[in-house]
């Protein structure tokens, strides 16, 4: 028996990198695993490598910022897997400038996604949590929410903004027994951060107690805590996997 054997779960940009992370570590603990990307074909490459663990998934193309398209798509993840247990909203993007610089499309985008998304969804399968009584919704953070970072206005403000999302939701759902918790992650090696030079990587691991860039896996790891019944009475929590970088 795996730690979320049985449960359903539902993973944005769960393609690569943290989200990829998080959806096979879930299956791995037994949970069938609805992935849900732009890059479907991607999104479909992990599917494939779940089912190979013997439990069941489906790739969903999905845009988080477009309402219409989430509502159908959670439709399309109930009428297969019957339930939601776990949400993981993971789809997250930059476009990083300086505040001066920063362009209205490059603001807009980065709320669209990462913090109207993140409600979007947070709103489609809430609903079905509360009338299961029972769920965990996982918010991918990150420590510029909790910092800040030159360069970084609107993806700090996402960032922060769902903090604040998994706090006055988790104080509307917990009668509910619905929980809902926020990671933090640091400085974390995926293609988000590949396209940083080495100056500025070289740069942030200084900041870094730990003196090292963490892993997907580092993020997954917390992720299944927060899923699985180990995190019973926690919620509303914000959880740094960040090598000591923010504290
Ligand atoms: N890598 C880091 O150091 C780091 C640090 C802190 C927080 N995070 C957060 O972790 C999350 C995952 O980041 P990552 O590093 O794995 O990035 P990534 O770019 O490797 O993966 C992001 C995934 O989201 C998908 N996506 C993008 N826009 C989407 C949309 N509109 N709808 C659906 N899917 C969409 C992409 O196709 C991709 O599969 C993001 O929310 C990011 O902000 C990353």
């Given at each position: 028996m795996g730690l979320v054997s049985g449960k359903v779960a539902l993973v944005t940009g769960g393609a690569q990198g943290i989200g990829e992370a998080i959806s096979m570590t879930l299956a791995k603990e037994g949970a069938a695993v609805a992935i849900l990307d732009v890059n479907l074909e991607k999104a479909q490459?992990?599917?494939?490598n779940i089912k190979k663990l013997g439990v069941d998934s489906e790739a969903f193309k999905c845009d988080v910022s477009n309402v219409a398209d989430v509502e159908t798509t959670v439709e399309k993840v109930v009428d297969r897997f019957k339930k939601i247990d776990i949400l993981v909203?993971?789809?997250?993007?930059t476009r990083d400038n300086l505040l001066i610089r920063m362009s209205e499309?490059?603001?807009?985008?980065?709320i669209a996604i990462n913090l109207k998304g993140t409600f979007n969804f947070t709103q489609k399968v809430g609903r079905i949590m509360m009338k299961q009584r029972s769920g965990s919704i996982i918010n991918i953070s990150s420590v510029i929410g909790l910092m800040g970072n030159a360069g970084q206005t609107n993806y700090a403000a996402t960032k922060a903004g769902v903090i604040g999302i998994t706090k006055s939701v988790a104080k509307e759902l917990g009668s509910?027994?619905?929980?809902?918790n926020a990671i933090c992650p640091g400085y974390i090696q995926t293609a988000m951060t590949d396209k940083l030079s080495e100056e500025v990587k070289?740069?942030?691991i200084e900041l870094i107690p730990a003196k090292k860039m963490g892993l997907p896996q580092d993020v997954a790891n917390?992720?299944?805590f927060l899923a699985s019944d180990l995190s019973a009475y926690t919620t509303g929590e914000?959880?740094?996997?960040?090598?000591g970088m923010a504290m």
């Open positions: 490459e992990t599917a494939v909203n993971n789809a997250g993007i499309q490059e603001w807009d985008l980065v509910r027994n619905v929980r809902v070289a740069k942030m917390a992720a299944l914000t959880i740094r996997v960040d090598g």
